[in-house]
């Protein structure tokens, strides 16, 4: 009777530890997203200032500057962080800025007097200064949710996990656009 209570005693203890594990992992991966959000709302803050200067000069990049608007503003709003779908949704919407904010910055070669305003030049320092401070934040991050997930899937994490409401979430991922071959040519033009 001795020898079951202990062996019961054991078993609790250890499903409590690896409640305590998957917490923590959970926490780690959210603590991280709250990291990625930090430098896009860094990045959001700047994409105002930068458009306002780019608009002086660029009269053909209207459609552009609009659309890096309304992605700007989708990609401030707030998503449920518990909710693997709404993450993946939050972090695809910052990538399309991303994108566009790219294509901007190649865009600003086009326009020699943007190029060399002062404001402008400091303005895409800043903003390159945060995107490589987010993608310290999405390598973080990532390093965070792959904990989770295998700390999630693997029994007898996937049964604690299941019994706690502890779900995977998404990894940040590039987008095919950003995974596509870069061809110099369209640069040389």
Do not use: C
């Not at 780690?28 to 105002?48: C, F, H, M, T, W």
């Not at 939050?90 to 060399?116: A, I, R, T, W």
């Not at 693997?154 to 071959?181: C, L, N, Q, T």
Request: hydrophobic fraction near 40%; aromatic fraction near 6%.
């Amino acid at each position: 009777m001795e020898g079951l209570l202990l062996g019961s005693g054991l078993v609790v203890i250890i499903a409590y530890l690896w409640y305590v594990s998957l917490i923590k992992k959970r926490n780690a991966g959210r603590e991280a997203l709250s990291g990625i959000d930090v430098q896009l709302k860094k990045r959001s803050n700047l994409v105002p200032n930068i458009l306002k200067i780019a608009q002086k000069y660029m009269d053909h990049e209207k459609s552009l500057l609009t659309e890096i608007t309304e992605l700007r503003t989708l990609a401030v709003k707030g998503y449920d962080d518990g909710d693997s779908g709404s993450v993946k949704a939050h972090l695809q919407v910052s990538e399309k800025l991303n994108q566009k904010m790219s294509q901007l910055m190649v865009s600003v070669e086009n326009y020699p007097e943007l190029k060399s305003d002062n404001t402008m030049l400091q303005a895409m320092q800043t903003y390159n200064e945060v995107e490589a401070q987010l993608s310290a934040a999405r390598r973080f991050y990532n390093s965070a949710v792959s904990e989770l997930n295998t700390a999630v899937e693997i029994f007898p994490g996937s049964i604690i996990a299941s019994m706690a409401s502890v779900k995977v979430m998404p990894f940040y991922e590039a987008d095919e656009a950003s995974k596509a071959p870069v061809d110099a040519a369209d640069y040389l033009k």
